[in-house]
T-cell receptor, first 115, second 112 residues
Framework: DTGVSQNPRHKITKRGQNVTFRCDPISEHNRLYWYRQTLGQGPEFLTYFQNEAQLEKSRLLSDRFSAERPKGSFSTLEIQRTEQGDSAMYLC?????????????FGPGTRLTVL | QKEVEQNSGPLSVPEGAIASLNCTYSDRGSQSFFWYRQYSGKSPELIMSIYSNGDKEDGRFTAQLNKASQYVSLLIRDSQPSDSATYLCAVNSGGGADGLTFGKGTHLIIQP
């Protein structure tokens, strides 16, 4: 049984470039979440998918951010025109279908550094 | 605005003692509560979940919930140096599949 996987694990980019991250959830989980975490803070919710439908987006998710989950399996998070303030750990979590209490299991994260 | 508050610490506890971590939340409608452990540079790891008032025990860990006081706690018995980490309290307000609201975490140090 494999856990949530994320790629790449680290990304260094220059300001203004676009970046894309990938998340593969636990295979039987139909719910997928994206969070962002900066140093000294807890994870902050960005967006959530149930199967391929994006059901919730945080106010933190500006127009430069877009997420997809086209076949209800893996998901991508794209950041366009990156800014230094986007530097953070981007975390993906998944949760099994039908679980009323929403236990979420995190992947290892993608650490983004914007120079 | 949903808020989850934790004392950032550091909380220093001698090895073998009980570590007590506390969390308060603002949304009275919150229904699910979680404790995650996060080692430096790693992602959060789910260690406890609790949904009903009272205590829930799992090995050396006990989670306590008091919805009337909007208070959640985590007790770690027989603390080990490997328990040294940041402990994040998370709350699910929607009762369904909503994103979690996290506190900033409490940094726990177990002194050998």
């Amino acid at each position: 049984d494999t856990g949530v996987s994320q790629n790449p694990r680290h990304k260094i980019t220059k300001r203004g470039q676009n970046v894309t991250f990938r998340c593969d959830p636990i295979s039987e989980h139909n719910r997928l979440y994206w969070y962002r975490q900066t140093l000294g803070q807890g994870p902050e919710f960005l967006t959530y998918f149930q199967n391929e439908a994006q059901l919730e987006k945080s106010r933190l998710l500006s127009d430069r951010f877009s997420a997809e989950r086209p076949k209800g399996s893996f998901s991508t998070l794209e950041i366009q025109r990156t800014e230094q303030g986007d530097s953070a750990m981007y975390l993906c979590a998944s949760s099994p279908a039908g679980l009323a209490y929403n236990e979420q299991f995190f992947g290892p994260g993608t650490r983004l550094t914007v120079l | 605005q949903k808020e989850v508050e934790q004392n950032s610490g550091p909380l220093s506890v001698p090895e073998g003692a009980i570590a007590s971590l506390n969390c308060t939340y603002s949304d009275r409608g919150s229904q699910s509560f979680f404790w995650y452990r996060q080692y430096s540079g790693k992602s959060p790891e789910l260690i406890m979940s609790i949904y009903s008032n009272g205590d829930k025990e799992d090995g050396r860990f006990t989670a306590q919930l008091n919805k009337a006081s909007q208070y959640v706690s985590l007790l770690i018995r027989d603390s080990q140096p490997s328990d040294s980490a940041t402990y994040l309290c998370a709350v699910n307000s929607g009762g369904g599949a909503d994103g979690l609201t996290f506190g900033k975490g409490t940094h726990l140090i177990i002194q050998p």
